[in-house]
């Protein structure tokens, strides 16, 4: 018995992509269960077309379920193929948008070189004007300065040597030299606009520097205040303020003034003269006429402390030393302080150790930041001005510091005893640099006031600070 009767011509159009043997299996499928169901129909009422229509009022229309039974086969395929027709369509419709888009900018950009040709050639027909002689001076500027001694108004500066250079580009940069006559004007004559800087030397070398813009069609004139002589020796007197356990004929106070770097170069000696910044540069040959390093004891006497011809310590004896009450130093506006040390007079037999030789192990000095909460390695052949420790940025400059002879520092912590947990610094930093002036016809005391050795205790917690460029040893 063949129930129900299906074909494959009973199922919907055939694909592509459908496969060859499902319209057959379906048919397969659905008529084993059809007729499994009317065999059970028959074994309830052995009249076949009564069981054939429970067969199905129960599964219904044999050719409807064997096309719903395709299409659920075939629906993944399908809606894959409808997706990829939709994308194909909104590439298409995207690739019609961007070819109008190119077209579109094509013809601005061809409109738009039309345009400028139009006003090129337009500029091309325009007269040119005949060039005057006169122009190309008119494009030149007279420069020059008046120097005057002392203050404005003053006498003529004469003597002083200038020399402007012309900045910018390569090309551009030249030197220009001069002299200022017995009127004190400096001139350079008449030079291009732009910008210049000016270095003028005075007999004695002092120096001043600034810099300048020349504006097109501006004459350019400058009154410079400058010294009227070379400066001077003056009397300096030190007052120090010395800590209780250090009130003893045998420590001494070194300070050490020499130039330090930072970073514009090397401190220099400096005085203001009117409003003006004179520079005298400490000399390079070896030799200075003033003392960079001294000696103070209890009794506020002075010591000039020699150096040796590299301007490093030298071992010293105390004996051939002359105590004066004060000292001659050069006029000056700023003596910088970075470092001073507390010795005892039998240290002065081995100060050379201060710095030790490149060959030598150094040694860092431990010392505290002036609130207590930091500390950090100190070099003493390794000393700037300026560093990226916590003595202060790239716009300012470290504190001073003062450094306590290792044996003092040793004898502290002796004191303390073993088992005291306690732990002393070889020193610390002040609040800020020290900064003196020596000034003419002035009574010039530089008061210094020492901490005292219990500052040197290091506070539990305190944390240590890495500081580059100041760093050395001690005996």
């Known amino acids: 018995m063949n129930w129900p009767e299906l074909s494959i011509e009973d199922f919907p159009p055939r694909h592509d992509d459908e496969p060859s043997s499902l319209r057959q299996d379906i048919i397969d499928e659905l008529s084993d269960h059809f007729a499994c169901a009317l065999n059970r129909e028959l074994l309830k009422n052995p009249d076949e077309q009564i069981a054939k229509q429970r067969v199905l009022n129960q599964f219904g229309d044999p050719i409807k379920i064997a096309g719903q039974l395709w299409l659920d086969a075939m629906k993944e395929k399908i809606m894959s193929q409808r997706i990829m027709t939709g994308i194909s369509v909104l590439m298409a419709v995207c690739g019609v948008i961007v070819v109008g888009m190119v077209w579109s900018m094509m013809k601005e950009s061809q409109a738009f070189n039309t345009r400028m040709m139009a006003q090129m050639t337009e500029i091309a027909n325009r007269p040119v004007p005949e060039v005057q002689t006169e122009s190309a001076a008119g494009e030149m500027n007279?420069?020059?300065?008046?120097?005057?001694?002392?203050?404005?108004?003053?006498?003529?500066?004469?003597?002083?040597?200038?020399?402007?250079?012309?900045?910018?580009?390569?090309?551009?940069?030249?030197?220009?030299?001069?002299?200022?006559?017995?009127?004190?004007?400096?001139?350079?004559?008449?030079?291009?606009?732009?910008?210049?800087?000016?270095?003028?030397?005075?007999?004695?070398?002092?120096?001043?520097?600034?810099?300048?813009?020349?504006?097109?069609?501006?004459?350019?004139?400058?009154?410079?205040?400058?010294?009227?002589?070379?400066?001077?020796?003056?009397?300096?007197?030190?007052?120090?303020?010395?800590?209780?356990?250090?009130?003893?004929?045998?420590?001494?106070?070194?300070?050490?003034?020499r130039p330090r770097p930072y970073h514009r170069g090397m401190s220099a000696l400096s005085r203001k003269i009117g409003v003006e910044n004179w520079i005298r540069s400490y000399p390079g040959d070896g030799k200075w006429d003033y003392p960079m390093a001294c000696l103070i004891n209890q009794e506020n006497q002075v010591f000039r402390c020699p150096l040796d011809q590299n301007r490093l310590f030298q071992n010293l004896d105390i004996d051939k030393l002359e105590a004066k009450q004060s000292i001659n130093m050069i006029e000056g506006d700023q003596y910088l302080l970075p470092v001073m040390y507390l010795l005892k007079k039998q240290d002065l037999s081995e100060l050379s150790r201060l710095e030790p030789h490149q060959t030598e192990r150094i040694s860092p000095y431990l010392v505290l930041h002036h609130d207590r909460k930091f500390t950090s390695e100190l070099y003493s052949n390794r000393i700037n001005l300026q560093s990226g420790g916590f003595g202060g940025g790239s716009g300012s400059f470290n504190p001073t510091t003062m450094i306590v002879a290792q044996h003092k520092i040793a004898a502290l912590r002796t004191a303390a005893g073993k088992n005291n947990p306690i732990q002393f610094a070889n020193g610390i930093q002040f609040s800020e640099l020290l900064k003196f002036t020596a000034a003419k016809d002035h009574d010039n005391v530089w008061r210094i006031k020492l901490p005292e050795l219990s500052q040197l205790k290091i506070p539990e917690g305190t944390k240590p600070v890495e500081a580059n460029g100041s760093g050395g040893g001690l005996f």
Not at 170 to 179: M, P, S, T, Y
Not at 201 to 223: A, I
């Open 142 to 257: 007279q420069v020059s300065f008046q120097l005057v001694q002392g203050k404005q108004g003053g006498k003529p500066a004469i003597g002083f040597t200038g020399e402007l250079t012309k900045r910018g580009e390569n090309i551009d940069v030249f030197k220009l030299d001069a002299v200022s006559n017995d009127e004190g004007k400096l001139d350079f004559g008449k030079l291009p606009w732009g910008k210049y800087s000016l270095n003028i030397k005075s007999p004695w070398d002092e120096y001043y520097y600034s810099e300048l813009t020349v504006l097109p069609g501006r004459n350019y004139s400058q009154t410079i205040v400058c010294p009227s002589a070379a400066p001077v020796e003056v009397p300096v007197r030190f007052e120090v303020q010395w800590p209780n356990d250090l009130k003893s004929d045998d420590w001494l106070l070194l300070c050490d003034f």
